[in-house]
């Protein structure tokens, strides 16, 4: 019982945070917000049994992104948007979000609501712990992480190289 | 009463939708990142749910979850930087009044 209180918790933060982030005027709130939805996917995570992936998010997302868009508003002080938000504007965002999530629950429903698989999975086993993934990541998805980091790199040169200054002749 | 796997569904499809409405109400370009974080977030949460319902080797969905975030990080450092690059050069981040690309 405690357990589904603690779940419909974090699935209002995660709810309520994505709520706030796409309509608060104040890009920050609107980051604030994003930060908060983001702690509830992670403790959604928590609740599906996988913690290492839980302190990740919370390490890389609230901790670096979150903070990294912080930074970015403050450098282009543009923290109050003056939008004017039309109605044609509105129904242009609206309804392909709401014609897309129409869609997608009548297929969950017809998929998974009634004669879906239920059972979950123990958690228990040594197939969710740490040594596991680190295990998978050195030998079976090798080539996926070595391309990651590759990526990783790429991406830190190409952000110094674009957003510098460049000097005056 | 136990919790079924179309609760996980339902609810990433419902952060996902906010996504995409965030993304196409928005002019800041750093609320349409946010609305493409929630998307991502999403994806991963499916994963999960999925991982932990179906799927009979636990492992691979985490660590396509841990590929997701490495992905957006390094997204997002691309995409701030070239918000930096494109107020410096135009004074706005607006991206309705962004109809050039023409540096400088």
Redesign the interface.
């Given at each position: 019982m405690e357990s589904m209180v603690s779940l419909g918790i974090i699935a209002v933060m995660a709810i309520g945070g994505a709520l706030i982030s796409v309509s608060n005027k104040n890009i920050l709130h609107a980051i604030f917000g994003l930060g908060l939805s983001l702690v509830g996917i992670a403790g959604l995570f928590l609740y599906l049994g996988s913690p290492f992936v839980a302190v990740m998010e919370i390490l890389i997302y609230v901790g670096g992104i979150t903070i990294t868009m912080i930074f970015a508003v403050m450098l282009t002080s543009m923290t109050l948007s003056r939008e004017k938000r039309s109605i044609s504007r509105w129904l242009f965002a609206a309804v392909p979000a709401l014609i897309f999530f129409a869609v997608m629950a009548y297929f969950i429903y017809g998929q998974f609501g009634v004669a879906g698989s239920n059972e979950v999975i123990p958690v228990s086993t040594s197939a969710w712990s740490i040594e596991r993934i680190g295990e998978l990541l050195l030998t079976r998805f090798n080539l996926v992480f070595e391309t990651l980091s590759v990526v990783l790199l790429l991406a830190i040169v190409g952000a110094i190289v674009i957003a510098r200054k460049e000097r005056q002749q | 009463?136990?919790?079924?796997?179309?609760f996980?569904?339902?609810?990433s499809?419902?952060?996902?939708?906010?996504?995409?409405?965030?993304v196409?109400?928005?002019?800041?370009l750093?609320?349409i990142?946010?609305?493409v974080?929630?998307m991502l977030?999403a994806a991963?949460?499916n994963f999960?749910?999925f991982?932990?319902?179906?799927v009979?080797?636990?492992?691979?969905g985490?660590?396509i979850?841990?590929?997701i975030?490495?992905?957006?990080?390094?997204?997002?450092?691309?995409l701030?930087?070239?918000?930096?690059?494109v107020?410096?050069s135009h004074r706005?981040?607006?991206a309705d009044s962004l109809t050039e690309m023409r540096g400088r």
């Open positions: - | 009463m136990s919790i079924h796997l179309h996980f569904l339902l609810l499809l419902l952060i996902f939708t906010i996504g995409i409405y965030g196409l109400i928005r002019r800041n750093i609320g990142l946010i609305g974080e929630l977030n991963s949460l999960l749910a991982n932990r319902y179906v009979t080797d636990p492992a691979v985490q660590i979850v841990l590929f975030i490495g992905l957006a990080a390094a997204e997002a450092a691309i701030l930087s070239i918000i930096l690059r107020y410096r706005n981040i607006d």
